[in-house]
């Protein structure tokens, strides 16, 4: 691909002599003023010609950006306000090529009162946040490479927005405090509602910090019990090592489902709120896995493998539970886990196995562990702290490691046969002791991590035998980022 460079359009005559090839440097007023009509795509050429096209865009406006290296002055961010599109019909800027624009400067796009907006194929390279205010709702970021500069406490992604999604993106490359991707919402306690996180590429955060350094932060602690029904999935982590929490959830009523997070620092971690669907995830090779605060969350169907650290925690609480119009020093406290399902999960060979803690007063409570795989070589595979009125049923038990401090009667020890397949994933043989074993009715879910229906017996563990090719298996750059299908 040719690259050009375009200046920022202070003066036609400067940025015409900075273009190395034919054309205009400016967009048309003709074209700008095609914007108005639906449905007609406008090609520009410059940051002028971009600004005035946005201004005049309407419904299934489509501007198309010319490849280019273009520095955004401060002083005239490209600004998006009180631009509508609508259902099915966005107003969409595009680069001509995916990564071929680059935008540099401290800002790029700054948006305001706008909504269906898509931005799609940008090298974002500012150094500031980039903001998705609560005055808009329905903005899309697809198909975007976002390496933001490398500035301590800079968060690069911030959303606010109602119904916003943020897919097939690449963000990489960040060594300082600051996370990725950060979902927030309007005034001190509110969550942008609906917020979907699907195919995007987390990798090579190095920070070395104890905290701050997330891929994905859903929410922050004054938030906690606000609901946000965001769904974050089909997402690959790799060497996302700036925190202990790749997947930091701190805001309630959420799914995190079908993500791989792969050679990295961090796991998921309930950190606050209530009422979070974990499923079918697969945290593999790296060093967390999975730690539980709050109340009535689901975790089913997970796949934790060679991790360094503990596999699953069910962690202790310096709270009972939170409660509205705590102060926000009590808010920052852990929330002792209550009424939690962990259901059909399984645990291969990591340093440590499902444990809790007792570094805080309040014990997990009302905890059901049912119908899991604990399979490991060394330590133990149950290392509960104090725990009031747990279940325990179904769960089978097997290698060198000892039981620990499991309830008798609450598993059994025995072969799960597992084989593994060519995606590095073990899964049940056809004489696996697994297989129909399961024992919680009624029943959890309705598929296993592979997408294979569960019938009416089902397995214990993650995966439910089938001699049929595994729909779903662990992401690979391929299947996430700009270039995903």
């Not at 009162?113 to 899309?140: A, E, K, N, V, Y």
């Not at 709120?273 to 969350?297: A, F, K, Q």
């Not at 747990?390 to 598993?411: H, K, M, R, S, Y």
Request: proline share 5%.
């Amino acid at each position: 691909m040719q690259r050009r460079t375009f200046l920022t359009g202070t003066a036609v005559g400067a940025a015409a002599a900075a273009l190395p090839l034919a054309g205009p440097a400016y967009a048309s007023a003709t074209s700008a003023t095609h914007a108005h009509h639906r449905g007609r795509a406008v090609e520009v050429r410059s940051l002028d010609a971009l600004q005035k096209a946005i201004d005049a865009a309407g419904p299934a406006t489509r501007i198309v950006v010319a490849d280019g290296d273009y520095t955004v002055p401060a002083d005239r961010p490209l600004t998006v306000r009180g631009r509508h599109g609508s259902r099915g019909a966005p107003i969409t800027i595009v680069a001509a090529s995916r990564g071929g624009v680059v935008l540099r400067g401290e800002r790029s796009f700054v948006l305001d009162d706008s909504s269906h907006i898509t931005l799609s194929g940008f090298s974002f390279r500012q150094s500031t946040t980039l903001d998705l205010p609560p005055s808009c709702s329905h903005i899309r970021l697809t198909r975007n490479d976002l390496q933001l500069a490398d500035i301590e406490g800079l968060h690069w992604v911030m959303v606010r927005a109602d119904d916003t999604v943020v897919d097939r993106n690449h963000f990489h490359g960040k060594s300082t405090l600051g996370i990725y991707l950060g979902i927030e919402g309007d005034g001190s306690e509110g969550m942008a509602q609906r917020v979907h996180i699907h195919r995007n590429h987390f990798s090579d955060h190095t920070f070395a910090g104890s905290n701050g350094g997330e891929p994905i932060r859903l929410g922050v602690s004054p938030r906690a019990l606000s609901s946000a029904h965001a769904v974050v999935e089909y997402n690959l982590f790799e060497r996302a090592n700036g925190d202990p929490e790749a997947i930091s959830v701190k805001s309630s009523d959420n799914v995190i489902r079908h993500n791989t997070i792969r050679d990295s620092l961090g796991g998921i971690v309930l950190r606050h709120g209530n009422g979070t669907l974990v499923d079918s995830n697969y945290l593999i090779g790296g060093e967390e896995g999975l730690r539980i605060y709050g109340n009535d969350h689901v975790i089913v169907n997970n796949y934790l493998a060679g991790l360094s650290g503990r596999a699953m925690v069910i962690g202790s609480g310096s709270e009972r539970d939170h409660v509205p119009g705590e102060s926000a020093a009590d808010r920052r406290g852990n929330d002792a886990p209550d009424r939690i399902l962990i259901a059909h999960n399984t645990l291969l060979d990591n340093a440590g196995g499902l444990s809790g803690e007792s570094h805080r007063p309040h014990e997990p409570r009302d905890v059901t562990v049912a119908d899991n795989l604990f399979v490991g070589g060394s330590g133990n595979l149950v290392e509960m702290a104090n725990t009031v009125r747990f279940t325990w049923q179904g769960n089978i038990l097997f290698g060198a490691a000892g039981d620990g401090n499991i309830p008798a009667g609450g598993f059994l020890r025995a072969d799960p046969r597992l084989v593994a397949g060519p995606d590095g994933v073990h899964r049940l043989s056809r004489t696996s002791r697994a297989i129909g074993a399961a024992t919680l009715y009624p029943a959890p879910v309705t598929h296993d991590i592979d997408g294979d229906p569960r019938g009416g017996r089902r397995d214990v563990g993650a995966d439910e035998y089938a001699t049929v090719p595994a729909k779903n298996r662990p992401l690979t750059p391929a299947d996430v980022g700009p270039h995903a299908p």
